[in-house]
């Protein structure tokens, strides 16, 4: 098991190194930058995403601080420039660290990300580190609670309709579970926001934030209410199609076990159906479940939520990273994203080793990696 653990490990470098690698060189390529940002903003020109996008092919990454170059042609590598100082232009350079060629700043990257150093946001005057956890809570609120609730309404019902396969209750539950499964989270959102939020109906829930005004001066137990009441909706609108996948997972998981030959040999012994489904069937039928398991919790934590996030006014860390990408704040995205994908890496070898505690026959020894 330590050797098995320790090769994993061992591979994780380099799958960080090529993950890091293939965004550093697509980021080379990507038009505008946070220099053409600064140069939009001193102009009064427009800084949206659409005037980055219709700027130069090159963005910042050409050509930057060559020696012998003139200031027309300092000038002319950013649109808006011309009539800047040159000199300027380079402090701009300087500053964010784009003087040095890429692969010299490819490397300082990921010597400063090897001692987890994950710099400063451009924009923001605030280490890429205090960033992410000030927008942690809301990321963690919504991706535990809609994994934990996923998995407790799902596996029983998974379990359920596989016993009863076929059947009325089979048939009906199946029927919503489609529904909701083609319906968009984020679609599903604002329904519930027409419906249960002061849109047309009915004005039941919160649209902003995570606590209400005056949160910390509450008791103890209307804190935990008022938590939950602001996550009520948010939660709902991203269960609904993961809801869907798990159950269906789980029952289908559970109708291949249940027509195997020990199943039939442990009820011919006597076995009544409870023993059956958790004694036998279960830790069989939840190996799969289980594999799914690292997919669906880094993708509710980290990535999921970005339109839920929007849609409810919640600061969390998809938002952060979409505006981060948009405004071209190149130390929050890298930062953030080698942050999410090493726990990533590191939830799918805790996924691994929960397949041996579930069942004891599987030997990582002898498995190669």
């Known amino acids: ?164 396969d076929g059947t009325r209750f089979d048939t009906w539950t199946s029927a919503i579970i489609i529904i909701g499964f083609a319906i968009p989270g ?52 991203m269960a609904l199609g993961a809801f869907a996948t798990m159950t269906l997972l789980t029952k289908n998981s559970f109708l291949d076990e249940i027509r195997k030959q020990y199943v039939m040999t442990a009820r011919a012994k006597g076995c009544t159906q409870r023993q059956v489904l958790y004694n036998h069937i279960f830790r069989n039928a939840m190996l799969i479940v289980i594999a799914g398991f690292p997919g669906a919790f880094i993708h509710a934590f980290f990535s999921g939520s970005l339109l839920i996030e929007t849609i409810f006014s919640l600061d969390g860390l998809g938002l952060l990273g979409f505006e981060s990408v948009l405004n071209r704040d190149y130390p929050v995205v890298f930062g953030t994203l080698f942050i999410f994908s090493l726990v990533g890496l590191v939830v799918n070898l805790l996924s691994d080793l929960a397949y041996m505690w579930v069942d004891p026959r599987i030997d990582f020894e002898a498995r190669e990696v």
């Open 1 to 164: 098991m330590s050797a098995y653990i320790a090769r994993r490990i061992l591979l994780m470098i380099p799958t960080l190194l090529g993950i890091l690698f293939v965004s550093f060189v697509v980021v080379q390529f990507a038009p505008g930058g946070p220099v053409e940002r600064v140069i939009a903003q001193l102009s009064g020109a427009d800084t949206g995403a659409s005037s980055r996008i219709s700027g130069s092919s090159g963005g910042d990454f050409g050509a930057r601080g060559q020696p012998g170059a003139s200031s027309d042609a300092v000038n002319s590598k950013y649109r808006g420039a011309q009539g800047l100082d040159p000199a300027f232009i380079k402090n701009l350079e300087k500053q964010f660290g784009f003087d040095k060629p890429a692969p010299e700043r490819f490397l300082i990257m990921l010597w400063n990300f090897a001692r987890f150093d994950f710099g400063k946001s451009y924009f923001r005057d605030v280490s890429v580190i205090q960033l992410i956890k000030e927008k942690l809570p809301v990321s963690m609120s919504l991706g535990i609670w809609m994994t934990l609730l996923t998995y407790l309404i799902s596996i029983p019902l998974g379990i359920r309709k596989a016993v009863a």
């Open 186 to 237: 984020f679609l599903f959102a604002i329904l519930l926001i027409i419906l249960f939020a002061g849109g047309s109906f009915f004005d039941l829930f919160p649209l902003r934030g995570l606590t209400s005004d005056g949160w910390s001066q509450f008791p103890w137990y209307w804190k935990i209410i008022d938590y939950f009441w602001h996550l009520t909706l948010p939660l709902i609108s």
